[in-house]
């Protein structure tokens, strides 16, 4: 079946990166984008960006322009997301999921189980 | 960037009611407009794509409408396994989520 599979929780300090890995099966990862949602604890669903994994381009939301980078790593089948710079705010559970394209519109499905992001000094 | 707003914020319903969930886009999205429910500590799980298809394996109490800048998500009765958080998305430019609509028991 499609899956993705997160690595797992990370705590951070102020300043520091954190790269998190999302790992596809079941289905030819370089056929469908890959997105990034991020969950601050109570709160709502935020986008980040999204990446072709077989051109590697990407796109990032403007709040995170200049801090977030998407990439792949097409032989494994994995794709990341990497933000620097972090600050307390940035603490959430970081989502992939996998873009599908019905007449242009696109939704997420299936979503990785999330990895939670602590940003504590 | 196009803005989704939904009402209500939170609402309380029994097992067998109908319930139904607005939102709103800041400007026309055609019908780029998905929705999702999201249990407790787990990811969003795809219901509606395209504003009224529904996606395989969702039962067919669930339902979406609309086009332009409103949409509405029903539940025609509600299950106990329907409680949850559900949120609309478009992807006409980019990609916005609503705030999200807390589905809890009476």
């Known amino acids: 079946q499609v899956q993705l599979v997160q690595s797992g929780a990370e705590v951070k300090k102020p300043g520091a990166s954190v790269k998190v890995s999302c790992k596809a099966s079941?289905?030819?990862?370089?056929?469908?984008?890959i997105n990034w949602v991020r969950q601050a604890t109570g709160q709502g669903l935020e986008w980040m960006g999204w990446m072709n994994p077989n051109s590697g381009n990407t796109g990032y939301a403007q709040k995170f322009q200049g801090r977030v980078t998407i990439t792949r790593n097409t032989s494994i089948s994995t794709a990341y997301m990497e933000l620097s710079s972090l600050r307390s705010e940035d603490t959430a559970v970081y989502y992939c999921a996998r873009a599908v394209y019905y007449y242009g519109s696109g939704m997420f499905d299936p979503w990785g189980q999330g990895t939670l992001v602590t940003v504590s000094s | 960037d196009i803005q989704m707003t939904q009402s209500p914020s939170s609402l309380s319903a029994s097992v067998g009611d109908r319930v139904t969930i607005t939102c709103r886009a800041s400007q026309s999205i055609s019908s780029y407009l998905n929705w999702y429910q999201q249990k407790p500590g787990k990811a969003p799980k795809l219901l509606i794509y395209?504003?009224?298809s529904l996606q395989s394996g969702v039962p067919s109490r669930f339902s979406g409408s609309g086009s332009g800048t409103d949409f509405t998500l029903t539940i025609s009765s509600l299950q106990p396994e329907d409680f949850a958080t559900y949120y609309c998305?478009?992807?006409?430019?980019?990609?916005?989520f609503g705030p999200g609509t807390k589905v809890d028991i009476k």
């Open positions: 395209a504003a009224s």
């Open positions: 998305q478009q992807s006409y430019s980019t990609v916005t």
């Open positions: 079941g289905y030819t990862f370089t056929s469908y984008d």
